[in-house]
């Protein structure tokens, strides 16, 4: 049984890795609004992930034997200035998602939920992933300011990224 703080905390966080995705697929959009399908794939591919933390989320609450509680999404930002907007906002998103996944982990300790703060192990060091892959695609936009030709080689490298779900763990 988990505390019911504990359970209102785990159910907000599956809510904002479900606008997490929502917010990718809205950059996704974006993206193939302004024919850059690379850099669409690479939101695409993100917003996959995110659901799949949605998920991890979602079965951990039903293995403890607690209820999902889901609750509306927020609409998400649909226009961006340019790429490196686009990738500047990624990236502050993902340090966002960073603090929240912290606070989840403080508020387990501190309530000696151990189990639940095992659980959150995965999300802490998936976050580093997540933060350094962020700002690794921010850096390369940055170095293409200057250059429409280096955007579309990036766009190319983009789009070769490809989803792989994880296998299945519940």
Do not use: C
Not at 143 to 159: I, Q
């Amino acid at each position: 049984m988990i505390k019911e703080n504990v359970l209102k905390a785990l159910n907000s966080q599956l809510n904002a890795e479900l606008y997490s995705a929502y917010l990718y697929l809205a950059m996704e959009a974006y993206f193939e609004s302004i024919e850059l399908s690379g850099f669409a794939n690479w939101m695409r591919a993100q917003a996959q992930e995110e659901l799949v933390h949605a998920m991890k989320f979602y079965d951990y609450i039903v293995q403890r034997g607690e209820r999902v509680d889901l609750s509306s999404i927020d609409e998400p930002q649909k226009e961006w200035d340019s790429p490196l907007a686009v990738f500047e906002h990624v990236y502050e998103h993902e340090k966002k998602v960073t603090g929240l996944i912290n606070d989840l982990v403080n508020l387990s300790t501190s309530e000696s939920d151990h189990a639940t703060t095992n659980f959150l192990q995965w999300y802490v060091a998936e976050q580093v992933e997540e933060e350094e892959s962020a700002n690794g695609v921010l850096q390369r936009v940055k170095l293409t300011a200057d250059s429409p030709g280096g955007l579309f080689m990036l766009d190319t490298e983009l789009g070769q990224r490809v989803f792989t779900p994880p296998a299945t763990e519940k």
